[in-house]
């Protein structure tokens, strides 16, 4: 009997099975803690995955290290401020024309050096043309642009000192800040003909010029001050608390009307994320399977054989670069939506790049649906490692004094086990399942 059960769990598809058990999670905690806080874990959970899957397109595809995830996403988050905030009009006024007289110097001497690159033969005399042109638009643009921060900066900096955005929908923050992640990693091509090593040292630094960029170019982001009331693609719950057909929907159902508007205003959120995620994982195993896809895990296993019949290595891994940054961009944009308001200071590798790589690890790098996978489980367990770990604490320690310094200790010591919670999951997959829980098919 013992034998048959054994054999009926091991036919059980793995990839159901292990989902399954995250819906049985984030359920329990809609039933033993708030369905809110179930829903706020979900959402998060879809971020996360959306984010891992995009490392998983450079790694799993491709095999390229990227240590910057942080620094693309905070550009996504910066989609958000440009594409939704409304124009500061005094902004705009007091310096808006210096900022752009600036960026077409800046924009003349690119151009410029590219031309005379092209036009002068000699190298000397070529090298010493470029730097000219370089030297000449920089500090022309820097004479217009210092003065026009300052005035932009010095307009109302307690609610504004920026420029603004454009005014739009902030859903179209989501493409814009993929596309601003796709073109940083398009700058970022010369690393990525560095060896694995050192392509993780470049991508790491690359991400902390962009977020040290995001915290002191006040006149863009606001920097440290943040960007508070970003609009929502879904409604206000003090909307949904004043309009009477929604308090006597929530009176028909039996639930507080006050409780339930945030209910529904999450599961609005997971309706929209949700559908991110699923056209992106379509699009994501479509590649994969594909010849391309094929190609690029050539590539990824032997670069040389896959040269040597013609394949241009180079172009490949800047293509994958691109996209998968793009991927992130979205997931830092939805975040940013998300939150309601853009924090530069936030960003820190520990939560946007060390996480999402044990993301992509757990969930196991090269297969899709791990990556999502891996996404939910790791988010789920760092949100539930605290309260897990406090109740814990509170069954081990029982038995003592209230006032036993032990029993202190311990209790208080609950509120770090968030690090000791991820590196035993990883410790525990590597050893158990060193593909990770969804490894990649091999096709």
């Known amino acids: 009997m013992?034998?048959?059960?054994?054999?009926?769990?091991?036919?059980?598809?793995?990839?159901?099975?292990?989902?399954?058990?995250?819906?049985?999670?984030?359920?329990?905690?809609?039933?033993?803690?708030?369905?809110?806080?179930?829903?706020?874990?979900?959402?998060?959970?879809?971020?996360?995955?959306?984010?891992?899957?995009?490392?998983?397109?450079?790694?799993?595809?491709?095999?390229?290290?990227?240590?910057?995830?942080?620094?693309?996403?905070?550009?996504?988050?910066?989609?958000?401020?440009?594409?939704?905030?409304?124009?500061?009009?005094?902004?705009?006024?007091?310096?808006?024309?210096?900022?752009?007289?600036?960026?077409?110097?800046?924009?003349?001497?690119?151009?410029?050096?590219?031309?005379?690159?092209?036009?002068?033969?000699?190298?000397?005399?070529?090298?010493?043309?470029?730097?000219?042109?370089?030297?000449?638009?920089?500090?022309?643009?820097?004479?217009?642009?210092?003065?026009?921060?300052?005035?932009?900066?010095?307009?109302?900096?307690?609610?504004?000192?920026?420029?603004?955005?454009?005014?739009?929908?902030?859903?179209?923050?989501?493409?814009?800040?993929?596309?601003?992640?796709?073109?940083?990693?398009?700058?970022?091509?010369?690393?990525?003909?560095?060896?694995?090593?050192?392509?993780?040292?470049?991508?790491?630094?690359?991400?902390?010029?962009?977020?040290?960029?995001?915290?002191?170019?006040?006149?863009?982001?606001?920097?440290?001050?943040?960007?508070?009331?970003?609009?929502?693609?879904?409604?206000?719950?003090?909307?949904?608390?004043?309009?009477?057909?929604?308090r006597d929907w929530a009176a028909g159902l039996g639930v507080p009307y006050m409780e339930w508007s945030s209910i529904v205003v999450k599961l609005c959120y997971a309706g929209l994320f949700l559908v991110v995620l699923v056209v992106l994982m379509w699009l994501a195993e479509t590649a994969l399977r594909s010849p391309w896809g094929r190609m690029m895990r050539a590539i990824r296993d032997n670069e040389t054989a896959a040269g040597a019949m013609g394949k241009d290595v180079g172009a490949r891994h800047l293509q994958v670069f691109v996209l998968g940054s793009a991927v992130v961009g979205i997931a830092g944009a939805m975040l940013t939506t998300l939150d309601g308001q853009f924090t530069p200071a936030s960003y820190q590798p520990m939560r946007f790049t060390f996480l999402i790589w044990v993301m992509v690890i757990v969930g196991g790098s090269g297969n899709n649906w791990g990556a999502v996978l891996g996404g939910f489980v790791i988010w789920y367990f760092w949100v539930q490692a605290e309260p897990i770990g406090l109740r814990l604490m509170e069954m081990v320690t029982a038995p003592l004094a209230p006032d036993s310094p032990l029993r202190t200790h311990l209790l208080s010591s609950a509120a770090h086990m968030r690090p000791i919670v991820m590196g035993l999951i990883l410790l525990l997959v590597l050893r158990f399942a060193p593909r990770g829980l969804i490894p990649e098919e091999r096709r």
Not at 19 to 45: D, E, H, P, T, Y
Not at 114 to 123: A, G, Q, W
């Open 2 to 246: 013992t034998e048959r059960l054994g054999q009926g769990i091991m036919r059980i598809p793995r990839k159901p099975a292990l989902f399954a058990v995250m819906a049985v999670l984030v359920c329990l905690v809609g039933l033993l803690q708030s369905w809110s806080l179930a829903l706020a874990i979900l959402n998060l959970c879809l971020i996360s995955a959306i984010m891992t899957l995009g490392v998983n397109v450079q790694w799993g595809y491709a095999g390229l290290f990227n240590a910057g995830v942080m620094g693309f996403a905070a550009l996504g988050g910066l989609a958000g401020v440009l594409v939704s905030m409304p124009p500061v009009a005094a902004a705009w006024r007091a310096g808006g024309a210096g900022v752009l007289v600036a960026l077409g110097f800046a924009a003349l001497a690119v151009v410029g050096a590219l031309f005379v690159r092209r036009r002068i033969r000699r190298p000397i005399h070529r090298r010493l043309a470029v730097a000219l042109l370089l030297i000449g638009g920089y500090l022309a643009g820097r004479a217009v642009f210092a003065p026009a921060v300052r005035a932009i900066e010095a307009v109302d900096p307690t609610t504004t000192g920026f420029l603004g955005g454009f005014g739009l929908p902030i859903v179209l923050s989501w493409l814009v800040g993929g596309a601003l992640a796709a073109g940083a990693a398009w700058v970022c091509k010369i690393s990525l003909t560095l060896r694995s090593d050192y392509l993780s040292i470049a991508t790491l630094g690359i991400s902390e010029i962009i977020v040290a960029f995001l915290k002191y170019e006040e006149w863009l982001t606001r920097g440290v001050k943040n960007v508070n009331g970003l609009p929502r693609p879904v409604p206000y719950e003090i909307d949904l608390q004043n309009a009477a057909w929604f």
